[in-house]
């Protein structure tokens, strides 16, 4: 083989001379390394010369004709059979039915202290398990119809930005074990079965490939705006490197403590500094888009925790997310978490005269039918792409002692919808009923 063949058609070569190719290649890498004085220019280095392999292979990557429908189809092909289009849910049915599964990219946002956390924690342990983990008390059968197939399954790499691993671990166990945080803390009796199986559970989860828990300090590169790479390509070969290749569902938490580790432009020999922090949310949400069609091509998924707008908290719409103009309109799925009780939220006092009420309003009234659901908090899908439907509410449970967050459960009010999940139309159903009733002269 030439050298021509050698550089230029590396697809072509087997798999003997490419290994000594790319090893001869890493050798001489390395004593480019050698060279740099400091760690922080070998490091430098490293990302540079990984920006402009991403750029070759972005160039390699030309379109062809053809090519879009080819990848339509088989996109297409890869979900057939299966219980909705993206990654299934054990557990909670009425998010999976608004979502049809999770997608692509999708944003949750709500207050500080509302769940948003316990949420992903317990979406993360459900979906690496392949079946819903029940929270009774030392309890975690699960009922067939709550396991996934083994070819519907899916690994979870949970990239935190907040807390440590560490932290996330043991959170977990709790989950797990069916205790409070303050008990196993300081009062932890690690010889009781519960606690064992929770061990277990956990480890075998963890050595089998099914959840990998990391940080996100140090896993982003430096960039530069216009290159090849985006603010995100960091974490994504990150992930790309633990999921070996498989499909897997990513939960990014939080956006809002993410470093975007961008290198200024220079203009006129002057470095042009950020001019406000919104800025670096248009870097993340552009990091997002370009990350979004591979995880799509892959049928792998980003859920990505954000924080609220300032000016929206507790809200619950579309512009509850901070900078939410750059991610509602490129991402896949728009959730927003709320406390039930709050103003807009399920579990607030309905005005009885409110004639010309909002669609949440009407669900308030919905609500008042079903004093025994127990709603904690609401998530509101203000966005759910090819099949999902939007403008749903799923009254959702947080127990606050092993911190889960759950569907609340009652029976669904049409045969194919769960019961956690009230539309608009049923809202206003429900509505006009009570009403009725109230005129009646009981409730």
């Not at 998010?95 to 944003?107: C, I, K, S």
């Not at 949750?108 to 008390?137: D, H, M, Y």
Request: charged content about 25%; hydrophobic content about 40%; proline content about 2%.
């Amino acid at each position: 083989m030439s050298d021509g063949q050698a550089t230029d058609g590396v697809d072509m070569m087997d798999g003997d001379v490419l290994r000594e190719y790319l090893t001869a290649l890493s050798r001489e890498v390395d004593g480019l390394l050698a060279q740099c004085r400091t760690a922080a220019d070998r490091q430098l280095v490293r990302q540079r010369l990984a920006g402009l392999m991403y750029r070759v292979a972005l160039r390699d990557e030309r379109e062809q004709p053809g090519d879009v429908l080819e990848r339509a189809l088989s996109m297409l092909r890869r979900t057939q059979g299966r219980r909705c289009a993206g990654i299934a849910l054990p557990g909670y049915p009425a998010l999976e039915h608004a979502l049809y599964g999770m997608r692509g990219v999708t944003v949750l946002t709500g207050p500080t202290g509302a769940g948003k956390t316990a949420l992903t924690l317990s979406i993360a342990l459900n979906v690496a398990a392949g079946r819903r983990l029940a929270q009774e008390f030392g309890n975690r059968e699960s009922k067939a119809a709550d396991m996934l197939p083994e070819d519907e399954r899916v690994p979870v790499v949970y990239v935190t930005a907040e807390l440590e691993p560490e932290t996330l671990a043991q959170r977990m166990l709790a989950m797990l074990a069916g205790i409070g945080v303050r008990d196993m803390l300081t009062r932890l009796d690690e010889r009781a079965q519960h606690w064992r199986d929770a061990v277990a559970l956990l480890d075998g989860l963890m050595r089998d490939g099914w959840l990998h828990i990391t940080t996100a300090e140090g896993i982003n590169w430096q960039w530069e705006r216009g290159g090849g790479m985006h603010a995100l390509s960091g974490l994504q070969a990150k992930v790309e490197d633990v999921a070996e290749g498989r499909p897997a569902l990513v939960v990014l938490d939080s956006i809002a403590t993410l470093d975007s580790h961008v290198l200024p432009a220079v203009t006129d020999g002057r470095q042009q500094q950020y001019r406000s922090d919104l800025d670096r949310d248009a870097d993340i949400a552009q990091g997002l888009r370009r990350w979004r069609r591979q995880l799509l091509s892959d049928g792998s998924a980003l859920l990505a925790v954000h924080e609220e707008s300032k000016a929206s908290t507790g809200s619950g719409d579309i512009h509850a997310a901070r900078g939410s103009s750059r991610y509602a309109y490129s991402m896949d799925g728009m959730l927003a978490l709320m406390h039930a009780d709050a103003e807009a939220g399920t579990m607030h006092q309905h005005r009885s005269d409110a004639e010309d009420s909002t669609v949440r309003d009407k669900l308030k009234v919905a609500r008042m039918a079903d004093d025994a659901l127990g709603t904690d908090v609401d998530v509101v899908v203000n966005k759910a792409r090819d099949g999902g439907k939007a403008g749903n509410v799923v009254m959702m449970r947080h127990m606050w002692g092993q911190g889960w967050v759950t569907e609340a459960t009652r029976t669904g009010i049409s045969g194919d919808t769960p019961g956690a999940l009230v539309s608009q139309r049923e809202a206003r159903k429900i509505a006009a009923d009570l009403r009725c009733k109230g005129k009646g002269g009981s409730r």
